[in-house]
């Protein structure tokens, strides 16, 4: 039967398939436009198949915060190739997808959600078929606050949320500046209290094997180790890391500069590893 151009638009522009894709998919379902979508996604789904083992390590990694800035979400969407990465229509999708996660919060509930007439997971299925890559999301966090922000970094590889105790005025950009600090500094956790107890214990015990290859006497180990681990703390928890802007001070200091009550409460950051 005869397909028309307009027909092979129509079902490109829901898909985002290639124009012979479509009317091959038209073709096949006998110019029935939701049977030829299903049709793509069965492909997209036999691709998803045959590259699930394959790394998804570029991507787009975005963050977004409602509009009384008191919830936000962190979504990468991965891919195999910073080509496919850079792609708008591919960047499009990402900013579509992070959007509508901000309506969710867990994982689960988004990749269930609703996009455009089919499930997220369905639509990281059809896009793979779409696209020859592996499409999924690789990072989904959310946080909550009395005041949130947003940091993006260029090139969309990396992407933080910093929350903070109350509404100031300088709020949104003591909250943009703290969540520069997390992108580029990568703390494992807020404060002390945030950090792991078996990471503590390690890095104890590579600090008392060090000291030990020194010489330093069994007896003095403890209090050196506690010291180091003070150290540790200092270079690795966003509120005790020296401000990137001025070193002169902590982010914990730098906060408490624009107002004294002000206090940061969380952060979460997504990169593309």
């Given at each position: 039967?005869?397909?028309?151009?307009?027909?092979?638009?129509?079902?490109?522009?829901?898909?985002?398939?290639?124009?012979?894709?479509?009317?091959?998919?038209?073709?096949?379902?006998?110019?029935?436009?939701?049977?030829?979508?299903?049709?793509?996604?069965?492909?997209?789904?036999?691709v998803a198949a045959n590259r699930a083992d394959r790394e998804s390590s570029e991507g787009a990694v975005l963050a977004k915060v409602n509009k009384d800035q008191t919830s936000g979400v962190v979504v990468s969407l991965n891919c195999e190739t910073d080509f496919v990465a850079k792609n708008?229509?591919?960047?499009?999708?990402?900013?579509?997808?992070?959007?509508?996660?901000?309506?969710?919060?867990?994982?689960?509930?988004?990749?269930?959600?609703?996009?455009?007439?089919?499930?997220?997971?369905?639509?990281?299925?059809?896009?793979?078929?779409?696209?020859?890559?592996?499409?999924?999301?690789?990072?989904?966090?959310?946080?909550?606050?009395?005041?949130?922000?947003?940091?993006?970094?260029?090139?969309?590889?990396?992407?933080?949320?910093?929350?903070?105790?109350?509404?100031?005025?300088?709020?949104?950009?003591?909250?943009?500046?703290?969540?520069?600090?997390?992108?580029?500094?990568?703390?494992?956790?807020?404060?002390?209290?945030g950090v792991d107890a078996s990471i503590v214990e390690k890095e104890i015990e590579i600090a008392k094997d060090q000291l030990r290859q020194e010489g330093k006497p069994e007896a003095m180990l403890d209090n050196i180790a506690k010291g180091k681990l003070k150290r540790f703390f200092k270079d690795n928890t966003l509120v005790n890391q020296d401000y990137i802007k001025d070193s002169k001070m902590s982010v914990d200091q730098y906060v408490k500069s624009v107002d004294a009550s002000l206090e940061v409460t969380a952060f979460a950051r997504v990169a593309l590893v």
């Open positions: 039967m005869k397909i028309t151009a307009s027909e092979v638009n129509k079902l490109r522009q829901s898909t985002g398939a290639g124009m012979m894709d479509c009317k091959k998919a038209l073709v096949e379902a006998e110019g029935d436009f939701d049977k030829a979508v299903e049709i793509l996604r069965k492909k997209g789904q036999k708008d229509a591919y960047l499009e999708l990402a900013e579509g997808l992070a959007n509508l996660a901000l309506n969710h919060d867990t994982l689960e509930a988004f990749l269930a959600a609703d996009y455009n007439g089919m499930s997220v997971a369905d639509k990281l299925t059809e896009q793979t078929g779409v696209i020859g890559e592996k499409i999924e999301i690789g990072g989904f966090k959310r946080l909550e606050a009395p005041f949130v922000g947003a940091y993006i970094h260029a090139g969309n590889k990396i992407a933080t949320l910093v929350g903070l105790s109350s509404v100031v005025d300088q709020a949104a950009e003591v909250a943009k500046n703290v969540a520069m600090q997390a992108a580029a500094m990568n703390p494992i956790a807020l404060n002390e209290e």
